[in-house]
């Protein structure tokens, strides 16, 4: 299943990407490409990645978090996980990052 | 006789002596030398008894004039008698008059010899018999034939020395052939390997190497060392071997078979001492119970840990401790893992300390198939030198579950950003019917594999699947030359993830890496029954019931964050059931592990429990879970059935 890449923007100053499909070695490009492009580009302080609808993670996909994470950190926004699937929850805390990123309550 | 005569006699000898030295064997050799012995010094009687080793007699072994002496086996003790003085002292002796006062011998003065010269056979300190020449007439042997005598006794005394070496010799080659089982056992499942090096002169130690099947099934594999060289330490390693052997008939235990062996070589093989490792285990060979009568451990390597010296206890070595208490310990071994027994001539150097040798052959053990890591092995600890001390190695490998399959279904992917994805997708159609958590499961290891084999291979790889009851096997073989490393990665680590959770996650993985060819394969294996509800996560409870206020909760598997939750809801479910005052029964016996979470549930229900008057007890707590809780300090709080 391919991955789709919602981008959407919430007040005050939030850029929402909301992920569905599959996030993995085909599709971590495309990820990165529109994450950094955010980054880059969009003012907001807080970077939130809505992963309720994936269908599909590995530790490619989880690599490519962290490296938007980095990324956002090294231009002093806030990273931000919202809503992850009981799939990418388990890949989070199985693979010891589930105190790693800050969640949306 | 003048000094020219001599000089020519000796001359004469010498000739004779060099020449045939060279042709003839030993006992030819002795026989030549009496003959002219008995012409130059004008003797009657020549005779040479050697020293028997681990014995205090000399026996006769050839003799001129004097044949009836070798025909009646005479044995002469050492330190009695004419012989058994030479011998004891070391030094020649000269007699003019021989009688029962002088000569042990009843042979000699019954021949009616008159006088005697004899000296000792000596290669270096070791004693090895003595030659000695008689006469019938009353005429006295002088110094310069006493050094004659001398000459002849150094030549002899290098044809015995080569006599017994080449005897050595071929006993080392029949031990080979003999001693040392012709072929290991033939077992589904183990895969074995062995070596036994001879020290470069070829002298026999005392090691050997076993393994055979009991008649229970039970599969024995056994290194030993007895103290010592030369074919007396060989002949008592036969015997300790066979006795081993025997006692493993019993039935029991290699700690107990230890000692009975142990009994029986302080009985009869006094002065003996032997260090033995000893190991048996039954299909599918995934425990092995190992006892150490004072031999180096073994060491053991499972597929994603390196190798490691087994963790067990060294009693003392048999023969030491008359009546000593023997202890086993049973280990774990893992599909794929590797077993190596060895003696201590393979890290044993003169110029190093032990446990230098020790790390040098941990890190010589991988993997590799037993043939393999037995070369290794010797490559890396002996090297093309020869050894000091003879080795004896026995290496065993339990198959991989990977291994076994011809029949699995197997498809090869192009090194493609896509070729996770087909992977996934073609290895679930394989797998067929799953639990959803399996299908998970089985879809996110085989995508972290294959993209392993895409981004750091970057060949054409494939991937076998197999279903095979409740277990899925699963390999993934590429053909490129990038190793495998597992180590925990950084929080902000981008890469390095994939191998930590195939280890989580798998029930069972492991790393085939051939190193004679490029390429490796990655397997790992899943519980995963196609029954619903899942038995592997989210859990395990299987609420059994006979008794509503008694209800019954019996997970399987592993306790473990992952399944931790579903377990305590199963928990709760069945004692919101059974209104206040249930007492909910936790029955353990099946569960393979449980960590710190599955503690936290049993102490969370027990809580709930209480507080609605009634209690959670357990049941077939397993040894490790006891222990679990006696060191969390849980012990107490439970009530155990």
Known sequence: MELSIEVSQEPPDTVVLTLTGSVDLVSKQELLRIGQRELANNSSSRLVVDLAGVAFMDSTGLGALVMLSNDADAAGVKFVLRRPSPLTDRLLSVSGMSEVFDREP | ?641
Not at chain 2, 27 to 38: H, I, S, T
Not at chain 2, 359 to 375: E, G, M, W
Not at chain 2, 576 to 592: K, M, R
């Open chain 2, 1 to 641: 006789m003048d000094g020219r005569d001599l000089a020519a006699r000796l001359e004469n000898f010498l000739a004779v002596a060099d020449t045939r030295l060279t042709r003839l064997g030993a006992e030819d050799l002795a026989d030549e030398v009496l003959d002219r012995l008995r012409e130059i010094l004008d003797a009657d009687t020549a005779a040479v008894l050697l020293h028997q080793e681990g014995t205090d007699h000399l026996v006769a072994r050839a003799a001129r004039g004097l044949e009836e002496e070798v025909r009646q086996g005479v044995r002469v003790p050492i330190g009695s008698g004419f012989a058994g003085n030479i011998a004891d002292t070391r030094r020649p002796v000269r007699l003019d008059r021989v009688d029962p006062s002088t000569v042990t011998n009843r042979v000699l003065w019954e021949k009616g010899i008159q006088r005697m010269l004899g000296v000792p056979l000596l290669r270096g300190d070791d004693l090895l018999g003595v030659l000695h020449v008689g006469r019938l007439a009353p005429r006295d042997f002088d110094a310069e034939d006493e050094a004659l005598l001398q000459l002849a006794a150094e030549r002899v005394s290098s044809a015995v020395q080569n006599q017994r070496y080449a005897v050595e010799s071929a006993a080392a080659d029949l031990l080979e052939r003999g001693l040392l089982p012709p072929r290991l056992p033939a077992v589904d499942g183990i895969e074995f390997a062995s070596r036994y090096v001879p020290t470069e002169n070829r002298t026999i130690g005392g090691d050997w190497y076993d393994a055979f099947v009991g008649p229970d099934g039970a599969l024995w594999v056994v290194t030993g060392d007895v103290a010592g060289h030369g074919l007396r330490a060989a002949v008592v390693m036969g015997r300790v071997k066979s006795a081993l052997r025997a006692y493993a008939l019993l039935g029991d235990g290699p700690a107990r078979v230890l000692e009975l062996t142990d009994r029986k070589v302080v009985h009869f093989e006094m002065g003996a001492m032997i260090t033995v490792v000893c190991a048996r285990s039954v299909a599918p060979f995934e425990q092995w119970t190992i006892s150490s009568a004072g031999h180096l451990p073994p060491v053991s390597a499972d597929p994603g840990h390196p190798a490691e010296f087994a963790d067990i206890h060294t009693d003392p070595p048999l023969g030491a401790q008359p009546g000593c208490h023997r202890s086993e310990v049973t280990v774990p071994l893992a599909a794929g893992g590797l077993l190596v027994l060895y003696t201590d001539g393979l890290i044993e150097r003169r110029d190093e300390a032990l446990a230098t040798g020790l790390a040098r052959l941990r890190s010589a053990v991988s993997l590799a198939h037993p043939d393999t890591t037995c070369r290794l092995m010797m490559r890396e600890l002996v090297g093309s030198g020869s050894p000091v001390d003879d080795i004896a190695i026995l290496a065993l490998r339990r198959a991989g579950p990977a291994d076994a399959d011809p029949a699995s279904c197997a498809r090869t992917f192009e090194p493609q950003p896509h070729a996770p994805r087909d992977a996934r997708r073609f290895a679930l159609d394989a797998a067929g019917q799953l639990a959803t958590s399996a299908r998970h499961k089985l879809e996110l290891l085989v995508s972290e594999l294959a993209t392993n084999a895409v981004t750091h291979a970057g060949t054409p790889f494939e991937v076998a699947v197999r279903r095979s009851g409740c277990t899925v096997l699963v390999k993934v073989s590429d053909n490129g030359d990038s190793g495998i490393t597992l180590h925990q990665p950084e929080p902000t680590d981008v890469h390095g993830r994939g191998l930590p959770i195939v280890a989580a996650l798998a029930g069972d993985w492991g790393v085939i890496d051939s190193r004679a060819t490029p390429g490796k394969t990655v397997w790992f294996s899943l519980d995963a029954p196609d029954d619903s509800p899942a038995r592997y996560p989210p859990t395990q409870g299987t609420a059994m019931s006979t008794d509503p206020d008694r209800p019954i909760l019996r997970p399987e598997g592993d306790v473990d964050m992952l399944t931790a939750e579903s377990l305590q809801a199963q928990g709760e479910r069945l004692l919101a059931a059974g209104g206040a005052g249930t007492c909910l029964v936790v029955d353990l016996g099946a569960v393979a592990f449980l960590d710190s979470a599955g503690l936290n549930t049993l102490v969370r229900l027990r809580l709930d429990a209480i507080e609605a008057g009634g209690d959670v007890v357990l049941r077939n707590v397993p040894e490790r879970i006891a222990t679990l809780l006696q060191v969390t300090g849980l012990s107490e709080l439970f009530t155990r059935q």
